[in-house]
């Protein structure tokens, strides 16, 4: 083909579509080249005919356009998100790259994800494999924003057949999708033996079943007038599909969330250690809690 078209041969392009073709341990080195150009593209601005505030306006565009196809498909290393925009950019990259693992779960027969799984997981299923010392850099990626992209996850409940009440997530309420009331069915039975044989919930078997609010919670789910397979969905958007918006919301939430358990945690052990109790009593409590 070289002979034919007369074009060079050059051993291995270092980019394509102006991402690397190719990773190595200098992860940062790699994408230097979003920094450049966010940079260059600052620098270009004849900052005296902009405003402070306009100034930063432009800023903030900038750093927030350049690298958005890059972080669709890479988790990029923290010293260059901080480098860049260290709270926005790094929510913004967690939020995107989910879409890429929505894609692949929901289509699981586009080439891509055929491809994926050869490589990786066609011993298991795509939310269940683990990262491994054989995994690219793409790959570890995907599965860094698979993370977010699993606690939105929810099923949709059609016949019923396909999902199991306690082991599945399928409840309509934001956090926890699992059922949390206590076990007096099987943990084998399906969602399928709470709906009638007319195609309506058992609204005496759910209530004696189930807690108040899981029961509700149930009991409110619209079910198909025909019989269909159960889906998946991201639960927090309405078309139940993942979106970044809704991506970026959970992420900033979860953060929030895990920055206050922290703090609530360590003030916690702070008022422990000042308990007036023997030491080896203290420490024993501290190695229990901590394994």
């Not at 080439?111 to 939310?127: C, D, E, P, T």
Request: include cysteine.
């Amino acid at each position: 083909m070289v002979a034919s078209l007369g074009v060079p041969r050059v051993r291995c392009h270092e980019k394509y579509l102006g991402l690397p073709c190719y990773s190595s341990k200098n992860k940062k080195g790699i994408f230097s080249s979003i920094k450049d150009r966010v940079w260059n593209k600052l620098c270009s601005w004849k900052s005296k005919l902009l405003s402070a505030g306009d100034r930063e306006v432009l800023s903030k565009a900038v750093i927030q356009t350049i690298p958005a196809y890059t972080i669709s498909l890479f988790k990029l290393p923290l010293t260059l998100i901080q480098e860049l925009h260290q709270l926005y950019l790094r929510l913004f990259n967690r939020a995107i790259l989910p879409k890429q693992a929505w894609r692949i779960h929901t289509h699981p027969t586009s080439l891509v994800a055929r491809v994926l799984q050869g490589f990786y997981f066609h011993k298991s299923s795509f939310l269940q494999v683990k990262v491994n010392s054989s995994s690219s850099f793409v790959w570890r990626s995907i599965l860094w924003g698979r993370e977010l992209y699993k606690q939105g996850l929810r099923c949709k409940i059609g016949s019923g057949k396909d999902t199991y009440i306690y082991n599945d997530c399928w409840l309509p309420r934001d956090g926890v999708f699992k059922i949390s009331s206590p076990r007096v069915l099987s943990n084998f039975d399906k969602v399928s033996s709470l709906i009638t044989v007319m195609g309506s919930w058992d609204s005496t078997l759910i209530r004696a079943s189930f807690h108040e609010d899981e029961a509700d919670a149930i009991l409110s789910l619209p079910l198909p007038r025909r019989s269909i397979p159960d889906t998946v969905l991201w639960h927090y958007d309405k078309s139940g599909h993942y979106t970044v918006r809704s991506g970026y919301w959970l992420a900033t939430k979860c953060k929030s969330v895990s920055s206050s358990s922290v703090l609530s945690l360590n003030s916690w052990w702070k008022r422990f250690w000042r308990l007036r109790i023997p030491s080896k009593i203290r420490v024993f409590l501290w190695k229990a809690y901590h394994n």
